[in-house]
T-cell receptor, first 114, second 113 residues
Framework: AQKITQTQPGMFVQEKEAVTLDCTYDTSDPSYGLFWYKQPSSGEMIFLIY??????QNATEGRYSLNFQKARKSANLVISASQLGDSAMYFC???????????FGAGTTVTVRA | NAGVTQTPKFQVLKTGQSMTLQCAQDMNHNSMYWYRQDPGMGLRLIYYSASEGTTDKGEVPNGYNVSRLNKREFSLRLESAAPSQTSVYFCASNTGPNTGELFFGEGSRLTVL
């Protein structure tokens, strides 16, 4: 069974600073996908970024980048230049090839301070 | 821009009552999913439908049933609600396994008294 671990229940970050959210995963499948989602207080799930296990480069989407270290089985999310609107819960998730299940970590709450 | 629509948004039930959560997507996706979200546990898969006409159990299927009515619609039924089913429920869809992001509905908050 695949397992996603997010060890940071909550984090505080100063506005305009960068923050790194940790995510480790456990799978023996060589082909898999890694996702990050944002859930603001309004409750909706917002897709942020995707990394495939065979992708050579780390994924980036605007202020979001994914620090993918395959040997360490980690997929940390880096948010640069934090904004007040980044305050939310962030979930790491993984899917395996030909597997319909997207498994989620427990989430990390980020609070951005002005 | 409807995407994934789920109803109702909020529901309060008494123990033993039944209800159905409805979900519809207009993106022509093959696969649909029901997740529940509980504090400290992330999202857990209840049931999924890989394609029209098929349904399969996820991680926490007990106490639930599903119906894939057609390609657009996937409903979740609680036959006899229990307080342990108090949760936020999310419907989601995508084109298939490991094909990229899941598109989520806005969530349905269910309270069972």
């Amino acid at each position: 069974a695949q397992k996603i671990t997010q060890t940071q229940p909550g984090m505080f970050v100063q506005e305009k600073e960068a923050v790194t959210l940790d995510c480790t995963y456990d799978t023996s499948d060589p082909s898999y996908g890694l996702f990050w989602y944002k859930q603001p207080s309004s409750g909706e799930m917002i897709f942020l970024i995707y990394q495939g296990s065979y992708d050579q480069q780390n994924a980036t989407e605007g202020r979001y980048s994914l620090n993918f270290q395959k040997a360490r089985k980690s997929a940390n999310l880096v948010i640069s230049a934090s904004q007040l609107g980044d305050s939310a819960m962030y979930f790491c998730a993984m899917s395996r090839s030909n597997d319909y299940k997207l498994s989620f970590g427990a989430g990390t709450t980020v609070t951005v301070r002005a | 821009n409807a995407g994934v629509t789920q109803t109702p948004k909020f529901q309060v039930l008494k123990t033993g009552q039944s209800m159905t959560l409805q979900c519809a997507q207009d993106m022509n996706h093959n696969s649909m999913y029901w997740y529940r979200q509980d504090p400290g546990m992330g999202l857990r898969l209840i049931y999924y439908s890989a394609s029209e006409g098929t349904t399969d159990k996820g991680e926490v299927p007990n106490g639930y049933n599903v119906s894939r009515l057609n390609k657009r619609e996937f409903s979740l039924r609680l036959e006899s609600a229990a307080p342990s089913q108090t949760s936020v429920y999310f419907c989601a869809s995508n084109t298939g396994p490991n094909t990229g992001e899941l598109f989520f509905g806005e969530g349905s908050r269910l309270t069972v008294l």
